[in-house]
């Protein structure tokens, strides 16, 4: 029973590679989800109110918008002391697959904006989609595409062990 | 990482695309800053050949630390993990920190454009070396 609780931690908590009976919220809390859930609350609003709320003091402005970075810290460390609680093999799969995400993410994160200034969505009328404000600076946005690509990164990198 | 390991030979291996990423990224935000006109077509390369070389930084990257051993493999992933993450946190918080308008106010005071540096290819390549750099001693502490 003790040997039970001790268990390592497990990619398929978080719902990487296959969708198993291991995949469950106690896993994903376990994960920093709890923070992500933060995160998801206090974005959204507090991009409103930056939006709609102009004439705030800048000091106010500076606090509503970096709620949920801090809340993003703090997922993070979730995710750190979820992935060191796993056993070896695990481990370095799961870094590699959140360093493949990570990357992935920041090559979206650069290029985007690079190509609305070349006017390339503009020229192939995209910006009917609104493609030319994908919000790849906004913490919601960030996590989410982290995390899928991060799952994809990890199927990848998992094949290699099977 | 600068101890006497350091080979000038296996940094420009391992880091010489990124280099050149960051060359073109500062000639290519001149470029598109001319009042020129540019095809769309010119445009686009013009701002993609920097993030192309950035790619190339990372394959050669990836087969520099598919080379070491297996403590110095899994330190350089710590390390490029913790690179990659801050990077994601410094580009978002200047962001937030620019739709605020703290650089506006910030400027009046300083007369720095500090809102102006984000949009270039350079800013995160540079960022992600630098924190590689600072991340590696600190995971290498563990094993000393």
Known sequence: ?162 | MFGRHYSIRANIQANGWAFVAMLLSWAGDMLLSLPRDWSVVQRVVIALVPLLFGLLWVRSFARWVRGMDEMHRQLSVEAGLFATTMTLFVVTIWHVLDKTGAFQAGFEMTKLHLDSHFHTASFPISLVGALYFLGYPIFNRRYQ
Not at chain 1, 16 to 35: C, Q
Not at chain 1, 74 to 99: C, K, N, P, S
Not at chain 1, 100 to 125: D, E, I, M
């Open chain 1, 1 to 162: 029973m003790k040997d039970m609780n001790n268990r390592p931690n497990l990619p398929e908590e978080i719902g990487f590679g296959k969708l198993t009976l291991w995949s469950s919220w106690r896993g994903s809390m376990k994960a920093g989800a709890a923070w992500m859930f933060v995160v998801y609350l206090s974005d959204i609003p507090g991009a409103w109110l930056l939006d709609h709320h102009q004439d705030w003091p800048l000091i106010l402005r500076i606090l509503i918008a970096l709620v949920p970075l801090a809340a993003s810290l703090l997922y993070v460390r979730g995710i750190a002391q979820w992935i060191r609680g796993m056993d070896e093999l695990h481990r370095r799969v799961t870094l590699a697959a959140f360093l493949f995400g990570t990357t992935l993410y920041l090559v979206f994160n650069t290029g985007w904006p690079l190509l609305v200034r070349a006017g390339l969505f503009t020229a192939l009328n995209l910006t009917r989609w609104h493609l030319d404000q994908m919000p790849f600076f906004n913490c919601t946005f960030t996590i989410c595409l982290t995390y899928i690509f991060s799952g994809l990164g990890y199927s990848l990198i998992n094949r290699r062990y099977q």
